[in-house]
């Protein structure tokens, strides 16, 4: 699978012997002319190969290495084909044309649900579609129940909300809106809503929905706040579908994710409304003649990345607005992205001095003290205490997520070495002090870093083994003591 898309987007790739399976590549075992070591490409944590095992020293293929750095994978529908190899991306029409008929074994799809979540071409599988980590046969009466679906998307359903459709030729096929007065007079169009139309059931969750249909009650502006993945925007979906009926002109989706520039906050909250701009007008100012006097839920997801433009549209709204009422949603701020992708370079737990060395950059200690703290609160990381002794441990799935966006910076390898950095010189520090009265605190706190230690030591394998080679030999009295001096010596040699 993965060497039809290379070829189909790339060409054949030129192949090597190895000399022995050891060379050849750590995901698909063959080896082409040109070789890059694991730790430039991918952290072993995140490559969801468990099987995968003394990585250090280990290469991918150019094939695998074009896999993991080919963002768009990652981020778009995919259609692949052999015989003869195609890789094509797949927009939404094309994706319905596909769907329409049965995959054959010479096909496979790939449909990201959370971009960038997820390598999906590597565990693709030829005659199936692979939408993160689930695998569908899809088959006549698939593609009958899909047409099924299309067509009730066109009429309204209990009153569910429905998104509008068009078609490939670009034209509206949702149903005439109902016209009525508004009280200016002039005529406006009134619609249910835009909610998209669930697909799956929802299953759980009924103490979250009811808590939320309660705020929204009680309060105008309601924020649904969480890790990424933890399903706000289905909530959101599933609460404003409910509450509907209470709202006479409808409930309204703005999706916010894709916007890339807060100047277009206004433009994209106008068009998921129903306002267009053909006004020489602000559309800020058409926005708010619009919505004063109607009685609407605006739905705005994923508000994170541009959290104070938001707020400050959100109150202008809702200060001349007396009907709206507002549901957002928000995975972390800008800053805390960027700390808790940082922070996904550590193994199992650090501390703040070493959070200040790693995760500081171009941030000063008080800001980045906030941040931390401001991340306990959401629960992404877990503050632990051991006596005097505070210490910050992020589970493996908020790791492995934070990763993945830290790839995307393109700071990924500068974070990591900052961090074989900062546990290089804590090792230099234990052999200088260990003939000291401090010897026993300096062995409970390399205890303590351990999976810190290995992790620098195995990157530097790869990126610099004069580093990784100083860190051991300053380990040695450290690993003596512990009877693990043959392990890491072997590690060590692996690599």
Known sequence: MVWAAYTAAVGIPEHAEPVDPVAGCARCGHATTEMTAVGQVISRRFTGFESWTNLAGRHLCAVCVWVYRNR?????AHIVTRNPSTLVMANPPLLLQVLSNTIDRDTAVIVPLRPGRKHLLPDARWGQITADDTHLTWSESDTVRLDVMRRLRSFPVDGMPLRAEHDTQGYDRRPAPEVRPSRAGASAPITTGNL????TSFVGRRHELTDAKNLLARSRLVTLTGIGGVGKTRLAMRVAATVQRDYADGVRLAELGELRDESSLVDAVAAAVGVRGHSARPVREVLIEFLAPRKVLLVLDNCEHMVDAVAELAETLLRVCPGLRILATSLCTAGEQLVWGRAAVFAGSFELEAAERVCGEG????????TLTSLVEKSILLREENGSVVRFRILETLR???????????????????????YEALALDAEAEWISTRQLDWIARLKREQPNLREALEFSLDDDPVAGLRAAAALYWFWSSQSQLSSMTRMIYSG
């Open 72 to 76: 768009s994978l990652r981020n778009e």
């Open 196 to 199: 998209p139309l669930e697909l």
């Open 363 to 370: 941030l000063d200690s008080h800001e980045l003290l906030d």
């Open 400 to 422: 492995e997520y934070g990763y993945e966006k830290l790839e995307q910076t393109g700071e990924a390898v500068a974070v990591r070495r900052r961090h074989r950095d900062w």
